[in-house]
C-alpha cells in the first residue's frame, strides 16, 4: 500500500458546469433526479410537462413525454414520484413506463404542490408553498395527510430528508426574508435552524460531508451553508434561475437547470482527486473490487486503475473485494486541486499469514436478491467493537443491526428489510458496511419485491 500526491491542477475539479451536447428539447426545466439503477438524469419541465432522460454522454431525449412533471420529483424503488399541475401527483414505472399513481390533493387559486422526498418507510413528503403545509403520503395505500402546517412555516419549498437526525429540513420561499426549518419525523415539531435574506429561495440539498447548498430562481447564485447553520451562506457559483440543486455523490457535484435558458449543468464542488492502481494475489477480476470513501464507492477498471473526485477533507480510505484481505489506509487527506496516487495490494485470505484463521473479512450476503430478509456474515480475527449498519442509494442509514463488542469468528445477523422505525423498506439497493477496531468494508445488496 502506497500512497503519494501529486500537485497538479486539474481541469476536471474547476468549479464550472458542464452543458450537455443538445438542450432544445429542456422547456422550463426545474428538477433533476439520479436514476443509480439506469446511470441516467431524468428532468422535469414546467413548460409542457415532460419527463426527459440524460445519459452519461449528456445526449437528452425523450422518456415520458406527457408525464405532467412540472416541479420536484423523487424515485422511491422501481416508481418516479413527480408533482403536475393542478395540485396532483403523478407515479411512473420506470421500467414499463406506465401511470401507477394519479392523486390529487386540495386545489384553490396560486394553490401549488412543490418539492418531492422520500423516507425508507415507503411515505413521501411534499410541500405546499402557498397553504404552508408539508403533507406525508403513505405509498402502500395513496392515503396522504398534512404532516405539519404554519407554526413558523412561511411558504415551505425545498425539501431534503434527514432520517439520521430525525428530521426534514425545508427552507422558506418566501420574499425577502427566509427561514430554514426542521421539522421532526417524530412528532411534526417545527424549529428554525437558520434565517437569512435569500429572496424567495427553492432548493436545497446536502453533500457527503455535511455542507448544505441552496439555489432558486431569484437568487443572484448557488450558495453553501455550513453543516451547523453557525455560519452566514456563502455564494460560491454565481448565475441566475438556478432552481434545484441535486447533489451527485459519484463524483461530488451538482446538477442544476437553468430554468430560462432551457439549459442544465454540472458543478464540480471543491474536490481533490484519487487516483490509483489495485493489484491483486493471485489475479482477479478486479472491477469487482470496491474503493470506499465517505460514502462513495468506486469500482477500478479491469487492470486495476481508478480515479474519483472526492470532497476535501481527512477519510479513511478502503479497497476491499471477497476472499482477499481487506486494505484499509487511515486519516488520509484530500486537498483541492492536488490529486493523491494510491496503490491498494490485496492479498488473498489463503495467502496471508501462512493461512491464518478466521482473516477480517465481510462476506456476500445471502440470500441476494432477497425478499423479505437477508442474512449478513462477518469474520474477526481479534476480539473488537463492531458497528454493522445498512445505508440506501442516497447514503442514509436505514439501519443499525449491530453496535457492540464481539468476539474473533465467525459471525451472522439477519436483516429483515425493516428501518430503524421497524418500517419495511422499498425494494432497491443497499449498502451494508461494518466498522471493527481495523477492519472497514462496504458491500452491495438488492431487496427485490
Same mark, same amino acid.
Given at each position: 500500500?502506497?500512497?503519494?500526491?501529486?500537485? &497538479?491542477?486539474?481541469?476536471?475539479?474547476?468549479?464550472?458546469p458542464?452543458?450537455?451536447?443538445?438542450?432544445?428539447?429542456?422547456?422550463?426545466?426545474?428538477?433533476?433526479? &439520479?436514476?443509480?439503477?439506469?446511470?441516467?438524469?431524468?428532468?422535469?419541465n414546467?413548460?409542457?410537462?415532460?419527463?426527459?432522460?440524460?445519459?452519461?454522454?449528456?445526449?437528452?431525449?425523450?422518456?415520458?413525454?406527457?408525464?405532467?412533471?412540472?416541479?420536484?420529483?423523487?424515485?422511491?424503488?422501481?416508481?418516479?414520484?413527480?408533482?403536475?399541475?393542478?395540485?396532483?401527483?403523478?407515479?411512473?414505472?420506470?421500467?414499463t413506463?406506465?401511470?401507477?399513481?394519479?392523486?390529487?390533493?386540495?386545489?384553490?387559486?396560486?394553490?401549488?404542490?412543490?418539492?418531492?422526498?422520500?423516507?425508507?418507510?415507503?411515505?413521501?413528503?411534499?410541500?405546499?408553498?402557498?397553504?404552508?403545509? &408539508?403533507?406525508?403520503?403513505?405509498?402502500s395505500?395513496?392515503?396522504?395527510?398534512?404532516?405539519?402546517?404554519?407554526?413558523?412555516?412561511?411558504?415551505?419549498?425545498?425539501?431534503?430528508?434527514e432520517?439520521?437526525?430525525?428530521?426534514?429540513v425545508?427552507?422558506?420561499?418566501?420574499?425577502?426574508?427566509?427561514?430554514?426549518?426542521?421539522?421532526?419525523?417524530?412528532?411534526?415539531?417545527?424549529?428554525?435552524?437558520?434565517t437569512?435574506?435569500?429572496?424567495?429561495?427553492?432548493?436545497?440539498?446536502?453533500?457527503?460531508?455535511?455542507?448544505?447548498?441552496?439555489?432558486?430562481?431569484?437568487?443572484?447564485?448557488?450558495?453553501?451553508?455550513?453543516?451547523?447553520?453557525?455560519?452566514?451562506?456563502?455564494?460560491?457559483?454565481?448565475?441566475?434561475?438556478?432552481?434545484?440543486?441535486?447533489y451527485?455523490?459519484?463524483?461530488?457535484?451538482?446538477?442544476?437547470?437553468?430554468?430560462?435558458?432551457?439549459?442544465?449543468?454540472? &458543478?464540480?464542488?471543491?474536490?481533490?482527486?484519487?487516483?490509483?492502481?489495485?493489484?491483486?494475489?493471485?489475479?482477479?477480476?478486479?472491477?469487482?473490487?470496491?474503493?470506499?470513501v465517505?460514502?462513495?464507492?468506486?469500482?477500478?477498471?479491469?487492470?486495476?486503475?481508478?480515479?474519483?473526485?472526492?470532497?476535501?477533507?481527512?477519510?479513511?480510505?478502503?479497497?476491499?473485494?471477497?476472499?482477499?484481505?481487506?486494505?484499509?489506509?487511515?486519516?488520509?487527506?484530500f486537498?483541492?486541486?492536488?490529486?493523491?496516487?494510491?496503490?491498494?495490494?490485496?492479498?488473498?485470505?489463503?495467502?496471508?499469514?501462512?493461512?491464518?484463521?478466521?482473516?477480517?473479512?465481510?462476506?456476500?450476503?445471502?440470500?441476494?436478491?432477497?425478499?423479505p430478509?437477508?442474512?449478513?456474515?462477518f469474520?474477526?480475527?481479534?476480539?473488537?467493537?463492531?458497528?454493522?449498519?445498512?445505508?440506501?442509494?442516497?447514503?442514509?442509514?436505514?439501519?443499525?443491526?449491530?453496535?457492540?463488542?464481539?468476539?474473533?469468528?465467525?459471525?451472522?445477523?439477519?436483516?429483515?428489510?425493516?428501518?430503524?422505525?421497524?418500517?419495511?423498506?422499498?425494494?432497491?439497493i443497499?449498502?451494508?458496511?461494518?466498522?471493527?477496531?481495523?477492519?472497514?468494508?462496504?458491500?452491495?445488496?438488492?431487496?427485490?419485491?
Amino acid at each position: 500500500m502506497k500512497t503519494q500526491r501529486w500537485f &497538479i491542477f486539474l481541469l476536471v475539479i474547476v468549479v464550472i458546469p458542464i452543458f450537455t451536447h443538445a438542450q432544445t428539447q429542456l422547456s422550463l426545466p426545474q428538477k433533476i433526479v &439520479i436514476d443509480y439503477e439506469q446511470d441516467r438524469l431524468l428532468v422535469s419541465n414546467f413548460g409542457n410537462g415532460a419527463l426527459l432522460q440524460i445519459d452519461a454522454n449528456g445526449i437528452i431525449e425523450d422518456f415520458i413525454s406527457d408525464a405532467g412533471f412540472v416541479d420536484g420529483m423523487d424515485i422511491v424503488g422501481d416508481v418516479i414520484y413527480g408533482v403536475g399541475d393542478n395540485c396532483k401527483l403523478y407515479g411512473y414505472n420506470l421500467d414499463t413506463e406506465q401511470l401507477v399513481v394519479d392523486v390529487s390533493f386540495p386545489t384553490g387559486a396560486g394553490v401549488y404542490l412543490s418539492s418531492v422526498t422520500s423516507d425508507e418507510a415507503g411515505h413521501l413528503f411534499i410541500s405546499c408553498p402557498a397553504l404552508h403545509t &408539508i403533507y406525508k403520503f403513505r405509498i402502500s395505500d395513496e392515503s396522504y395527510w398534512i404532516f405539519a402546517q404554519g407554526n413558523g412555516l412561511n411558504r415551505p419549498n425545498g425539501i431534503l430528508l434527514e432520517s439520521e437526525n430525525d428530521r426534514i429540513v425545508i427552507i422558506d420561499d418566501s420574499p425577502g426574508t427566509s427561514i430554514i426549518h426542521a421539522i421532526s419525523l417524530s412528532d411534526s415539531t417545527v424549529t428554525d435552524l437558520m434565517t437569512n435574506n435569500f429572496d424567495r429561495p427553492d432548493g436545497i440539498v446536502r453533500d457527503v460531508v455535511g455542507t448544505y447548498y441552496v439555489g432558486g430562481y431569484y437568487l443572484p447564485g448557488l450558495y453553501r451553508i455550513d453543516e451547523d447553520f453557525s455560519q452566514p451562506p456563502e455564494m460560491f457559483f454565481a448565475g441566475s434561475y438556478m432552481v434545484y440543486p441535486t447533489y451527485d455523490p459519484r463524483d461530488h457535484s451538482l446538477l442544476i437547470t437553468y430554468f430560462n435558458a432551457n439549459d442544465w449543468g454540472r &458543478i464540480m464542488l471543491p474536490s481533490g482527486v484519487m487516483v490509483g492502481t489495485v493489484v491483486a494475489n493471485p489475479p482477479t477480476n478486479l472491477e469487482e473490487v470496491e474503493i470506499n470513501v465517505c460514502t462513495m464507492i468506486i469500482n477500478p477498471d479491469n487492470t486495476g486503475l481508478f480515479t474519483n473526485n472526492v470532497p476535501v477533507g481527512t477519510f479513511d480510505v478502503t479497497a476491499s473485494l471477497e476472499g482477499y484481505e481487506t486494505v484499509i489506509i487511515e486519516d488520509l487527506e484530500f486537498i483541492e486541486d492536488q490529486a493523491t496516487l494510491l496503490t491498494f495490494e490485496l492479498n488473498s485470505v489463503t495467502s496471508v499469514d501462512n493461512l491464518v484463521v478466521n482473516p477480517n473479512a465481510l462476506n456476500q450476503n445471502s440470500p441476494n436478491p432477497f425478499n423479505p430478509e437477508t442474512n449478513i456474515s462477518f469474520d474477526l480475527r481479534d476480539d473488537a467493537k463492531v458497528v454493522l449498519e445498512i445505508y440506501n442509494l442516497k447514503g442514509r442509514k436505514v439501519k443499525q443491526l449491530v453496535n457492540s463488542s464481539i468476539s474473533s469468528g465467525h459471525h451472522s445477523v439477519v436483516w429483515n428489510g425493516k428501518d430503524d422505525n421497524n418500517k419495511t423498506v422499498s425494494s432497491g439497493i443497499y449498502f451494508y458496511k461494518i466498522e471493527a477496531t481495523d477492519f472497514q468494508a462496504t458491500k452491495k445488496m438488492l431487496l427485490l419485491k
